[in-house]
Nanobody, 128 residues
Framework: VQLQAYGGGLVQAGGSLRLSCTAS????????MSWFRQAPGKKRDFVAA????????DYAESVKGRFTISRDNAKNTVYLQMNSLKPEDTAVYYC??????????????????????WGQGTLVTVSS
């Protein structure tokens, strides 16, 4: 299993970035996908997730209305469109997958423990 995240960079507050994560080594179309982020000195936190069928998405409260997760099964890629970026969005962003077509109850898509494979991360820096 390989997950390759890219698209990070330096952006001013209020700007936008689109992160991409390209997957291989598993059945992407039948896998739940997620984005988490980790700021310096902090734990890895949930950002957004999309179900394997693409019909369900979930977002952390801090990014709801600003970030959009989507997937292109033909390209084995999951995206995170980030708008109205704030300095507090600065972090390394990781994509993760459970590599299974599992339907979670409640907030299961937010549970970091459900994701067993992770990409290397891409750094997003938002300047004020």
């Amino acid at each position: 299993v390989q997950l390759q995240a890219y698209g990070g960079g330096l952006v001013q507050a209020g700007g936008s970035l689109r992160l991409s994560c390209t997957a291989s080594g598993f059945t992407f179309s039948r896998s739940n996908m997620s984005w988490f982020r980790q700021a310096p000195g902090k734990k890895r936190d949930f950002v957004a997730a999309i179900s394997w069928g693409g019909s369900f998405t979930d977002y952390a409260e801090s990014v709801k209305g600003r970030f959009t997760i989507s997937r292109d099964n033909a390209k084995n890629t999951v995206y995170l469109q980030m708008n109205s970026l704030k300095p507090e969005d600065t972090a390394v962003y990781y994509c993760g997958t459970d590599a299974r077509a599992r339907t979670y109850s409640g907030y299961g898509l937010r549970n970091r423990g459900n994701y067993v494979y992770w990409g290397q991360g891409t750094l997003v820096t938002v300047s004020s």
